[in-house]
């Protein structure tokens, strides 16, 4: 069983910037796809950044420019950037692991940090 454990979050004001870390336990990181999620409230929960096995990234529209998601193999753990944030940013940022490519089920989330973008 995989676990997935963010850390990070906080309250910052407009314009700052935080960075946010994912561990994951097990032995399968290396071949997964890695991303970030988010859920504002009374939203539906987006994808906000996603990274490859072998290192190609996507961005929602919305974070491109502003926020960069990298990995560490050799740590097992996903970062995120995120720079000039703003107050739509605010949201719990969920870490998701995905190998079902490799193996069947392999999806799993972390509980998720709390982002709040405020003055």
């Given at each position: 069983?995989?676990q997935?454990?963010e850390?990070g979050?906080g309250?910052v004001?407009?314009?700052e910037?935080?960075?946010?870390?994912?561990?994951?336990s097990?032995n399968i990181?290396?071949i997964?796809?890695?991303?970030?999620?988010r859920?504002?409230p009374?939203?539906?929960r987006e994808?906000?950044?996603?990274i490859?096995?072998?290192?190609?990234?996507?961005?929602?529209?919305?974070v491109?420019?502003?926020?960069?998601?990298s990995?560490?193999?050799?740590?097992?753990v996903v970062?995120?950037?995120?720079?000039?944030?703003k107050?739509e940013?605010?949201?719990?940022?969920s870490c998701n692991?995905d190998?079902?490519?490799?193996?069947s089920n392999?999806n799993?989330w972390?509980q998720?940090?709390q982002?709040?973008?405020?003055s």
């Amino acid at each position: 069983q995989v676990q997935l454990v963010e850390s990070g979050g906080g309250l910052v004001q407009p314009g700052e910037s935080l960075r946010l870390s994912c561990v994951a336990s097990g032995n399968i990181f290396k071949i997964s796809t890695m991303g970030w999620y988010r859920q504002a409230p009374g939203k539906e929960r987006e994808l906000v950044a996603r990274i490859s096995s072998g290192g190609s990234t996507t961005y929602a529209d919305s974070v491109k420019g502003r926020f960069t998601i990298s990995r560490d193999n050799a740590k097992n753990v996903v970062y995120l950037q995120m720079n000039n944030l703003k107050p739509e940013d605010t949201a719990v940022y969920s870490c998701n692991l995905d190998a079902r490519s490799y193996l069947s089920n392999a999806n799993y989330w972390g509980q998720g940090t709390q982002v709040t973008v405020s003055s």
